[in-house]
């Protein structure tokens, strides 16, 4: 295929989805001028916590004892641990902080699924299917704010069966790439999540911190989510079944991201192969789900939202491969072109994100710990963070990937961040 041809048809992509996504700056005006939505009656829930955890000895009490510490009944929530494949004292750690622990070892089956369906598998038959209103879902690194689950009782209370809550982070201010991380979730839980909520649109699950009704759970017989990103794939399927997540802007957590460049590309690889796995498995229901009334506009943002990433990776594996074929074979191929067309789609990855990062840096300002100085410099250096990745997705059709651990050895406590809020300052 011509190099010219494969740019042009490049270019036609992008200025598509720019297209199709410009009502996400409508998102931005919304979050920036309407408050968040908010509810004030609300039921007492039983819950339980699931936290799957490989090796998270460092950083698994802190979590547990954030739980602890929360201003709901103590007895209406209780803390399940599954130890998934561990070789250090996670399981021992966990118990003696107060959870109750199971163990799995199977290295056939990797990944978070496998260990989230084991650890409901378990837990339904020790205690059975009702009795649980609903199940927290955590990762080992998260810590929870001191009201985080009477937030999310409050809208779980208000008839949605899912619900996703604010995203923020132990160590935004480490380095440039744990604050690329970090805006990125920010953005995500303000001026996406937080606008579609005031709209009555369909919010989306990312990772960690949410809330599921046991119905869901009993319908499905477990979480039949085993792609890279089941996270990803679990909303779809429930968007597509007419599901409307829910949001709760105030119920804060906080993670550990990864601070190395070498961490982050991998993780980073691992998502894009996991858009393109769940695309493959739940895209179909999805898209046939934009031309219902229950769910289209849902579906639609969803499709938007993760489509971009899939068609720029194939597309952008194919540009390169088409490039280094005509450098080689083509004379007189005229690299400036393809050079040109380049320079300005970086140019244009730049500016966009730096607009989206300085933003979301201003609107949650008060919210990131760090000097000043830092919060400057983070939103020059966060349109960097995801302009790489262009290679990323790239490079994640041509290799095979699996789930890798990312260790994590930050010890903050929620008392240290609930008290100073001056952790990351410098």
Not at 44 to 51: C, F, G, S, T, W
Not at 342 to 359: K, P, R
Request: a neutral charge; glycine letters at 6%.
């Amino acid at each position: 295929m011509d190099a010219e041809l494969i740019t042009n048809l490049n270019s036609m992509i992008v200025l598509l989805f720019c297209a199709l996504s410009a009502y996400q700056y409508i998102y931005i005006l919304v979050s920036v001028l309407f408050s968040s939505r908010r509810f004030t009656t609300a039921k007492e829930h039983r819950y339980a916590v699931l936290i799957c955890a490989r090796n998270e000895e460092n950083v698994i009490a802190q979590l547990i004892d954030s739980i602890k510490k929360q201003d709901y009944p103590s007895e209406l929530v209780d803390i399940y641990l599954l130890a998934d494949n561990c070789t250090d004292q996670t399981a021992a750690v966990a118990e003696a902080a107060g959870a109750i622990v199971y163990e799995r070892h199977d290295l056939t089956k990797i990944g978070k699924g496998y260990a989230m369906h084991t650890l409901l598998t378990r837990l339904r038959q020790d205690k059975g299917e009702e009795y649980y209103d609903g199940y927290f879902v955590f990762d080992a690194d998260n810590l929870l704010a001191p009201d985080y689950i009477r937030q999310m009782n409050t809208v779980f209370s208000n008839g949605y069966r899912i619900v996703t809550s604010y995203r923020n982070s132990k160590n935004f201010c480490h380095n440039w790439v744990t604050a690329g991380y970090g805006v990125m979730f920010l953005r995500e839980a303000r001026h996406m999540n937080n606008a579609r909520m005031i709209l009555h649109s369909s919010c989306a699950v990312s990772g960690t911190g949410f809330l599921v009704h046991r119905d869901i759970i009993n319908e499905n017989d477990g979480w039949p989510y085993y792609t890279l990103t089941e996270d990803l794939e679990f909303t779809m399927d429930r968007i597509a079944k007419g599901d409307r997540i829910g949001y709760c802007h105030d119920a804060i957590f906080y993670d550990e991201q990864p601070t190395k460049f070498r961490q982050s590309w991998s993780q980073r690889i691992r998502w894009t192969k996991g858009f393109i796995q769940a695309f493959f498995k739940r895209g179909g229901a999805v898209l046939r789900g934009m031309f219902t009334k229950r769910c289209g506009f849902s579906c639609f943002d969803e499709i938007v939202s993760t489509m971009p990433n899939i068609l720029l990776a194939f597309f952008g594996a194919i540009s390169a491969v088409t490039m280094v074929y005509s450098l080689i074979f083509v004379d007189g191929y005229d690299f400036s072109h393809f050079l040109q067309s380049f320079i300005m789609y970086l140019g244009s990855i730049y500016a966009v994100n730096f607009f989206l990062g300085l933003l979301t840096i201003i609107t949650e300002w008060k919210k990131i710990n760090g000097s000043t100085g830092r919060k400057i410099r983070y939103a020059f250096t966060f349109p960097l963070f995801m302009m790489t990745g262009v290679p990323i997705n790239i490079v994640a059709v041509f290799v095979k990937v699996k789930w890798k651990h990312i260790e994590h050895s930050d010890a903050t406590t929620i008392d240290q961040i609930s008290t100073t809020g001056t952790k990351n300052k410098a």
